[in-house]
C-alpha cells in the first residue's frame, strides 16, 4: 500500500505542498525550480522563521524544507518546532554544516530527515517521497492510537458502569437479605410465642377436664349400677381423652391421672431420687414410696414393662 502511495505522489506531485525555507536566493530558487519540474507545488518561499509562520498560516504546507541556518531571532530549528507545535507540519532540514551539536538540536524536532546542500533533483524526490510516506505512517499510527485510546476510555467506562452496577445489585441484595433476616426473626419469635401460647392454652384444658371433668364422671361412674350409664360415662371418658390426646406428649399431660403425692413422688423420681431419700423428704415409708411408683407405673400404662421410669419421665416435654 505504501509502494502505491509513493508512486501516485510521484506521478501527480502537484497534490504535495511543499513550504521552502532557505535565506540563500539562489539556492532557494533553484530548490523551488527542481521541486517544481518534479511535480511538486511550493506554497511558499521565504528566508526567516517568522515569515515561514506566516505562509503556514495562510497557505498551511504538507511539507517544509528547512535550512537550519536562515535570517531573524529564530534559526531553522526553532521554526521547525513551530511549525510542528502550531501546524502539525513535518520537516525535512537542508543544511551545509554536520556540526554535531547542530544536528543534535535538530534530532529533538524529530524531523523526517536531513539533506545536505548543494543537492541534486533525484536527491529531493527521493527525501520528498520517502518523508511524505513517512508522514502519512505516522499519522495512521497516530490515528490508530487516537481509535485505541478511545476504544479503551469507552471499554473502561463501560467497565466502571458495569462494575458500578453490580455494586447497586449487590447493594439490593444485601438490603434484601436484611430484610429477609429480620422478618425471619419476627416470623420465628411469632412461631415462639404461638408455640408458647399453645402449650399454655394445653395445660390450661389439661387442668380444667382432671379439675372439672374427671371427678365428676368418676363420681358419677361409682354411684351407679346401670349398665347404659356405665357405658355412656366410659364413652364419655374415652371421648374426653381423646380429645386432650394431641397435648399428651407432654409431661403435664402424664401427670393429669396422678394424685397430688403422686406427682411429688413422679418429680423426685424424675430429679434421680432414690426410693429411701424420697422417704426421707416425704417422711413416708420405704414401701409406701414403692406403692407410690408401681401407682404411676400403672396410670403410665408402664407397669411390668422394664422400663425405666426415671428416663420414661424425663422423655416428656415439660
Known amino acids: 500500500m505504501d509502494k502505491i502511495a509513493i508512486n501516485s505522489h510521484t506521478k501527480h506531485g502537484e497534490h504535495i505542498k511543499i513550504l521552502l525555507v532557505e535565506d540563500e536566493r539562489v539556492v532557494a530558487l533553484s530548490i523551488e525550480e527542481s521541486l517544481i519540474s518534479l511535480g511538486y507545488?511550493?506554497?511558499?518561499?521565504?528566508?526567516?522563521?517568522?515569515?515561514a509562520i506566516e505562509s503556514a498560516a495562510s497557505n498551511l504546507p504538507d511539507l517544509a524544507l528547512m535550512d537550519i541556518r536562515i535570517k531573524g531571532d529564530m534559526d531553522g530549528i526553532d521554526t521547525a518546532m513551530e511549525l510542528k507545535r502550531v501546524f502539525d507540519v513535518p520537516v525535512v532540514f537542508l543544511t551545509a554544516y554536520s556540526d554535531q551539536d547542530v544536528l543534535d538540536r535538530a534530532k529533538l524536532v524529530k524531523p523526517l530527515g536531513y539533506l545536505m546542500k548543494p543537492c541534486k533533483s533525484t536527491d529531493l524526490k527521493a527525501v520528498v517521497e520517502i518523508s511524505m510516506?513517512?508522514?502519512?505512517m505516522d499519522k495512521e499510527v497516530a490515528q490508530l492510537n487516537r481509535d485505541l485510546e478511545k476504544k479503551v476510555r469507552e471499554r473502561t467506562q463501560a467497565l466502571m458502569d458495569e462494575i458500578e452496577s453490580r455494586k447497586g445489585a449487590e447493594r439490593k441484595l444485601l438490603e434484601q437479605a436484611s430484610v429477609l433476616t429480620e422478618s425471619n426473626k419476627m416470623l420465628t419469635t411469632l412461631l415462639e410465642n404461638r408455640k408458647t401460647e399453645k402449650k399454655a392454652i394445653e395445660e390450661e384444658c389439661l387442668q380444667n377436664?382432671?379439675?372439672y371433668a374427671l371427678p365428676y364422671i368418676d363420681i358419677m361412674t361409682q354411684q351407679q349400677d346401670h349398665d347404659d350409664i356405665m357405658t355412656t360415662l366410659g364413652m364419655l371418658r374415652r371421648t374426653l381423652l381423646e380429645l386432650i390426646s394431641p397435648a399428651s406428649s407432654s409431661l403435664s399431660a402424664k401427670y393429669m391421672f396422678l394424685t397430688p403425692r403422686e406427682i411429688r413422688v413422679a418429680e423426685f423420681i424424675r430429679h434421680g431420687k432414690t426410693t429411701k431419700e424420697i422417704s426421707d423428704l416425704l417422711n413416708l415409708s420405704p414401701a409406701s414410696i414403692a406403692t407410690y411408683r408401681n401407682h404411676i407405673r400403672k396410670k403410665m400404662n408402664i407397669l411390668n414393662t422394664g422400663i425405666n421410669l426415671e428416663i420414661y419421665l424425663n422423655s416428656f416435654d415439660r
Do not use: E
Not at 133 to 136: L, Q, T, V
Open 41 to 51: 507545488t511550493i506554497s511558499g518561499n521565504v528566508d526567516s522563521g517568522n515569515a
Open 209 to 211: 377436664i382432671r379439675k
Open 133 to 136: 510516506c513517512k508522514a502519512r
